[in-house]
Structure formats: structure tokens, C-alpha cells
């Protein structure tokens, strides 16, 4: 057992006598929804315990054994295709296989789940809608479209808008856009908060997290001022900064850091 994880169960001792409250939510259009320091957060302080909504094995779901397009996904990845095909052709063909293997998967574990609502709920920077794929559509303003707004009726008798591209979230999208990898139950797992903290590149990161047994241990790795956004680092082992550290990124998240660090190389 690692240092860290026997630190865990005083974390929680911590955090539980403490109850402070750390951060808010806030939303801009620059941040998307983002995490806020709502007091002066010291260094070491544990700043949030989070229980997963969502735990999904890394392995695929089994009942997609079956399934003639899985099968022909994992065709691709394994490298099937050996025609003379370019090679941009066939790693846009791997990248398609990859994204569409994270849709069925997602969308055969999400099934099951009590959590659905708070799962659509959470960023998917990965949109790209497909034929089949599940998506969550609200404000339709046909009659058609009425009719599906009434079977995702949100609680607020909200206006009724025309379709936009963030109406087209994918579960496939949330879980590659907000996934974090937990070693012990060999599986990914979505968090309603973390899922919230945006990203910054090594020293611009100011609070570490550790992922054991479904939960996350959030700690601040430096004093952080009231009103600052708190910053994670989702490449934690990957240090290098520079263009690789951001196409690393792009290629996994689909986003293109904006952190102070990458500003700084600009
Ligand atoms: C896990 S979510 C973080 C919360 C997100 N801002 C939201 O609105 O829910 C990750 C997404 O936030 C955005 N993001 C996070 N960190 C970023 C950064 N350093 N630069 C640019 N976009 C970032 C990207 O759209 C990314 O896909």
C-alpha cells in the first residue's frame, strides 16, 4: 500500500471534523463552469472528499461481446486494415473507432445508473453526435421537439430555445472529457465536483487529488487566495510542458490548454 493511500482514512477524519466549505461553482463563457476558492485555503488543506457517481470498468461491457460493430471496432484498433491506405486515413479511422467505442461503452454502462441526470449534466468537449448514439436534447420548439422536451422535462419551466451543438452532449464525450483513472478498481469514474475543477499544467496547478476505491481525496499543494480558481492537473505525470504536453491534451480531452503556463510559451 502506497504512503499516500494510508494517509487517506486521516484525510477523511480531517475533512469530516472541519466541514468548511472551500470553494463554489461560478460560470463564465471564457471558463465554462469552473471551481472557486471561497476563503483562504492554506497549504495541505483537504479540500474536498468526493464520493464517484459514476464507475465504469476499463474493460469493455460485456454485453457488447455480441455486438457485429464492436466487433469491427476492435478490428480497427488491433490494426486490421492492411491496405495501402495513408496513413492520415487510417489514423483518423483509428481516432473514429476509438471515440465510437467510448459511445457504445458508455452508453452500455450509463444504462443501468441512478445517476443519469447528474452524468448529462457534466461538460462533453468531445460532441460529435453520430446517427444512434444517445444524446440529451432539450428545447426543441417543434411539435415534434415538444414532445421530446417533455420526456427530459427539466424542473424549471425553461424557454424553449432552437438546438445548439452543446445540446448534443454524448456520454460517450462526458466520460473521455471527464474520466479519472482509478488503479485500484481498474476503472474510470466521473465525479460531480472534481468533473468541475478546469485544468492547469504542473506549477499552475495549485491542488493535487489522489483516486482510491471510488472516492477522491482533493489537497490544496499551495496557499490558495479567496476568489481563486482551483486548478488541476489532469497530466499529472506527463511534465514536460511545450507543444507535445498541449497535442497530449488535445489528442485525450479535445481542448487546447489556455493554462499560464502554455500562455507563458505563446
Ligand atoms: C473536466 S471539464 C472541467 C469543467 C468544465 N469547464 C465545465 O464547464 O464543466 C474539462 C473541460 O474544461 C475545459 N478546460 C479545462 N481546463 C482547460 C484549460 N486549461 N484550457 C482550456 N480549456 C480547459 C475544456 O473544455 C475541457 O474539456
Same mark, same amino acid.
Given at each position: 500500500?502506497?504512503?499516500?493511500?494510508?494517509?487517506?482514512?486521516?484525510?477523511?477524519?480531517?475533512?469530516?471534523?472541519?466541514?468548511?466549505?472551500?470553494?463554489?461553482?461560478?460560470?463564465?463563457?471564457?471558463?465554462?463552469?469552473h471551481?472557486?476558492?471561497?476563503?483562504?485555503?492554506?497549504?495541505?488543506?483537504?479540500?474536498?472528499?468526493?464520493?464517484?457517481?459514476?464507475?465504469? &470498468?476499463?474493460?469493455?461491457?460485456?454485453?457488447?461481446?455480441?455486438? &457485429?460493430e464492436?466487433?469491427?471496432?476492435?478490428?480497427?484498433?488491433d490494426?486490421?486494415?492492411?491496405?495501402?491506405?495513408s496513413?492520415?486515413?487510417?489514423?483518423?479511422?483509428?481516432?473514429?473507432?476509438?471515440?465510437?467505442?467510448?459511445?457504445l461503452?458508455?452508453?452500455?454502462?450509463?444504462?443501468?445508473?441512478?445517476?443519469?441526470?447528474?452524468?448529462?449534466?457534466?461538460?462533453?468537449?468531445h460532441?460529435?453526435?453520430?446517427?444512434?448514439?444517445?444524446?440529451?436534447? %432539450?428545447?426543441?420548439?417543434?411539435?415534434?421537439?415538444?414532445?421530446?422536451?417533455?420526456? %427530459?422535462?427539466?424542473?424549471?419551466?425553461?424557454?424553449?430555445?432552437?438546438?445548439?451543438?452543446?445540446?448534443?452532449?454524448?456520454?460517450?464525450?462526458?466520460?473521455?472529457?471527464?474520466?479519472?483513472?482509478?488503479?485500484?478498481?481498474?476503472?474510470?469514474?466521473?465525479?460531480?465536483?472534481?468533473?468541475?475543477?478546469?485544468?492547469?499544467?504542473?506549477?499552475?496547478?495549485?491542488?493535487?487529488?489522489?483516486?482510491?476505491?471510488?472516492?477522491?481525496?482533493?489537497?490544496?499543494?499551495?496557499?490558495?487566495?479567496?476568489?481563486?480558481?482551483?486548478?488541476?492537473?489532469?497530466?499529472?505525470?506527463?511534465?514536460?510542458?511545450?507543444?507535445?504536453?498541449?497535442?497530449?491534451? %488535445?489528442?485525450m480531452?479535445?481542448?487546447?490548454?489556455?493554462?499560464?503556463?502554455?500562455?507563458?510559451?505563446?
Amino acid at each position: 500500500m502506497s504512503a499516500m493511500v494510508q494517509l487517506l482514512p486521516m484525510m477523511e477524519v480531517v475533512y469530516n471534523r472541519k466541514k468548511a466549505t472551500y470553494f463554489k461553482m461560478a460560470h463564465s463563457n471564457l471558463r465554462g463552469t469552473h471551481v472557486v476558492a471561497v476563503n483562504h485555503i492554506q497549504a495541505g488543506a483537504v479540500v474536498l472528499i468526493e464520493k464517484a457517481l459514476h464507475i465504469q &470498468p476499463t474493460k469493455n461491457h460485456p454485453s457488447l461481446s455480441v455486438d &457485429p460493430e464492436y466487433q469491427s471496432l476492435i478490428g480497427i484498433l488491433d490494426g486490421g486494415s492492411t491496405s495501402a491506405a495513408s496513413s492520415t486515413c487510417s489514423s483518423t479511422a483509428h481516432k473514429d473507432a476509438v471515440g465510437r467505442l467510448a459511445e457504445l461503452n458508455a452508453t452500455a454502462y450509463v444504462q443501468g445508473s441512478t445517476q443519469k441526470d447528474e452524468i448529462w449534466q457534466l461538460e462533453d468537449s468531445h460532441r460529435q453526435a453520430r446517427v444512434g448514439d444517445t444524446v440529451k436534447i %432539450h428545447g426543441l420548439a417543434s411539435e415534434a421537439g415538444k414532445k421530446l422536451n417533455e420526456q %427530459h422535462k427539466s424542473k424549471s419551466k425553461s424557454v424553449l430555445r432552437s438546438i445548439k451543438p452543446c445540446n448534443l452532449k454524448t456520454l460517450g464525450g462526458i466520460m473521455r472529457t471527464n474520466a479519472y483513472h482509478d488503479g485500484s478498481l481498474e476503472a474510470n469514474l466521473l465525479f460531480k465536483e472534481l468533473c468541475r475543477i478546469n485544468h492547469a499544467c504542473g506549477d499552475a496547478a495549485n491542488v493535487n487529488r489522489t483516486i482510491h476505491q471510488g472516492k477522491v481525496y482533493v489537497v490544496a499543494k499551495r496557499d490558495i487566495a479567496d476568489g481563486e480558481e482551483l486548478l488541476i492537473d489532469y497530466l499529472p505525470l506527463a511534465t514536460e510542458l511545450g507543444r507535445d504536453r498541449l497535442e497530449l491534451l %488535445h489528442n485525450m480531452f479535445n481542448f487546447w490548454c489556455q493554462c499560464s503556463e502554455h500562455q507563458q510559451l505563446a
